[in-house]
């Protein structure tokens, strides 16, 4: 759900900004958590993303013009 977007339905999540404010730090559990902003001007974008040993991860991304959303996937964790 978009809240205040430009006309026409704007770039969404397709953008092309630098990296604000990046972490990325091991939790307690041994997941790594990777936080970072990226701004455009059309939206505010903060992520949050889990990633567990087992290759499995969550994003987490809010939105100030929009409604926040989820994704949950697996890695493809190539043998090299």
Same mark, same amino acid.
């Given at each position: 759900?978009? =809240?205040? *977007?430009? =006309?026409?339905?704007?770039?969404?999540?397709?953008?092309?900004?630098?990296?604000?404010? =990046?972490? $990325?730090? $091991? !939790?307690?559990?041994?997941?790594?958590? &990777? /936080?970072? &902003? &990226?701004?455009?001007?059309? !939206?505010?974008?903060?992520?949050?993303?889990?990633? =567990?040993?087992?290759?499995?991860?969550? &994003?987490?991304?809010?939105? /100030?013009?929009? /409604?926040? *959303?989820?994704? /949950?996937?697996?890695?493809? $964790?190539?043998?090299?």
């Amino acid at each position: 759900r978009a =809240y205040s *977007i430009p =006309y026409g339905g704007g770039d969404g999540l397709n953008f092309r900004a630098p990296l604000k404010e =990046y972490t $990325m730090k $091991m !939790d307690k559990k041994g997941n790594a958590v &990777i /936080q970072f &902003i &990226i701004r455009n001007p059309e !939206d505010r974008y903060e992520f949050r993303a889990k990633v =567990y040993p087992n290759g499995s991860a969550n &994003i987490d991304v809010n939105m /100030q013009n929009r /409604q926040s *959303i989820s994704f /949950q996937g697996k890695l493809d $964790m190539k043998d090299e």
